[in-house]
């Protein structure tokens, strides 16, 4: 038997009124208002920058492109600016040094995107093994170098790949080894080395601090069944943190798109490096060593549309795969 207790109401209590029915709707369009004011309080900074920082330039890039000075009556009549359409992008698209440099940023890319995030992943998943001994001083001794600004740490390893100066080839000739970093097959690798070395601890604590949000159960679960370190590290912490790879490959490749201190710097040395390099050191010659700016916004518009088209590539490559996946 089942003995349902009934609570008796105080005489005089007030009863609550009952909800009016047209209120209801009512108050929630104010709430919906109040909450999308505070969205947009909330978004006005990031509305704000991306004005300022992106959308304007841009903009000024691509008018720029499609005009340029010219000067009438055989260069002695005065200056004036007149539209050329895509003049400017038929001699960037049809310029060898420009198509040279957008090759050399291919291979350099293709050689340091994998060993950046390979590298990052692999000292993370150390580190969140509990292998390693003194993790917060290995962490920060990693992280360190990025604190470094890229001017400077591309100073300092060109003063170590600088013959006559270093004391590293000093090192390699003591063993009768000839090295030259800055040489026609090891600049490339010369320069990534430099990207590791800034970047490498960065990308570390973006992949830890990700391997730190996978739930312990799944990770006792797989030792449970009989997973090793190994196994646990590649076919279950790895596939969890699929999202951090994408991120960090994404913004590694826009990074890499944009190489110019390094190459800058280093051009001081090696006569491997010209003055069009990468396609941003060339569109920093075109701007400020031809003066012709209307190259220069034409080829900026061209690296912008090839850094777009190939994050958008890589996005839509792991969405398939995640999808793929899903499916199974």
Partial sequence: MTATTHERVPAGTPRPAAPDPAAGPRARKAAERRRLAACGVLMTPFF??????FLIPVGTA???????????????GPERTVFVGLRSYAAVLTDPTFLGGLATVALYCLIYIPLMV???LALALLLDSGMARLRAFAQLGLFLPHAVPGIIAALIWLYLYTPGISPVIDLFAHADITIDFLGVHTVIPSIVNIALWSNLGYNMVVFYAALQAVPREVIEA?????????????QVKTPLVRASIVMVAIFTLIWALQLFTEPMLLSQSSPMINSRFSPSMYIY??????????????????????????????TRFTGRADTAEEAR
Avoid at 48 to 53: E, F, H, I, N
Avoid at 224 to 233: C, I, L, Q
């Fill in 48 to 53: 704000a920058l991306l004005l300022t920082v």
């Fill in 62 to 76: 691509v008018y720029l492109s499609f005009y340029s000075d010219d000067q009438p009556g055989l260069g002695f």
């Fill in 118 to 120: 390979v590298g990052a």
């Fill in 222 to 234: 797989s030792v449970v069944d009989g997973a090793g370190p190994v196994r646990t590290a590649l």
């Fill in 285 to 314: 010659d075109a701007a400020f060593n031809r003066n012709n700016y209307s190259l220069a916004a034409a080829a900026s518009v061209v690296l912008l549309a090839c850094t777009i088209a190939l994050s958008y590539g890589v």
